[in-house]
């Protein structure tokens, strides 16, 4: 029997503690498992450590979504939802639960606690502090154990660094990073320089992504693109599909993870400042 059974058994029993003590045996050797960050999340909530018990439910949800499965997103939904009502948190209870609806969670439990939570919002004026929004969808956390992107890298070309300019939206953020030799093309984003001779326009058209034996196409296969392999790997099915999709269509000018957004029309191609777009 492994610690995860044994976890398992331990809160079937009525053991919390012991609980804690295996689930968190299991997470050291498995850290992303979203099941195993409910399970303790619950054992958390049994002994009243309700923040311990919000941190795990938040976990759980990061490791659902870095997996796609959305009855996984949907339980940890749950469980964050059930916590924070008994944190008095009601307003962020109420968008959780309806958050565990949208990610199709079947069981009839949640009938029950939502009939619950609506016992505790009576009487509540929506400028009391428990109705209060304080939660986002995607809980803003790192999932301890998840590979992270790097966070500094060096160009593998020279680039006029006082040129560079850079703008934040809210799937995405664009960099644009000028040559400081115009016309040349690049092995990679990132690595060692190495000498590359000017390239026809041809050449420098950005380059078709291609397809894998399995899976969707990934568009950032070059060598030393490491930060968007990082970005494409760690995405979800449905991010996956919004970043093919807004790349292929936008020419290679675009890249976007709202697959909402990118699903309802064409992307537009979106040529750096300074140049406009030529149809051959």
Sequence with gaps: MDSAQRGEVALKEGNPTAAIEYYTKALSSTPTSPVY??????????????????????????????????????????????????????????????????????????????????????????????????????????????????TKAEASEEIRAGDATSKIFGTKIEITLPKATPGTKWGGLEGTASTMAPASAEQTAAPAPTQPSSGPANPYSTRGDFFFKKLFKGATPDQQRAMMKSYQESGGTSLSTNWDEVSKERVKVQPPEGMVEKKY
């Design 37 to 150: 960050y409910v399970k303790r999340s619950i054992a958390y909530h049994r002994t009243r450590d309700y923040e311990s018990a919000l941190v795990d439910a938040e976990c759980s949800i990061l490791a659902a979504l870095k997996r796609g499965k959305r009855e996984l997103i949907a339980e940890a939904q749950l469980r964050r939802a059930v916590t924070l009502a008994a944190m008095d948190r009601i307003q962020d209870a109420h968008i959780c639960y309806e958050l565990a609806h949208k990610y199709g969670y079947k069981g009839k439990d949640l009938e029950i606690h939502e009939a619950k939570l609506k016992t505790k919002r009576k009487g509540l004026d929506m400028q009391d502090p428990k109705m209060q929004r304080n939660v986002s969808d995607i809980p803003d956390r790192e999932l301890p154990g998840a590979e992270t992107a790097p």
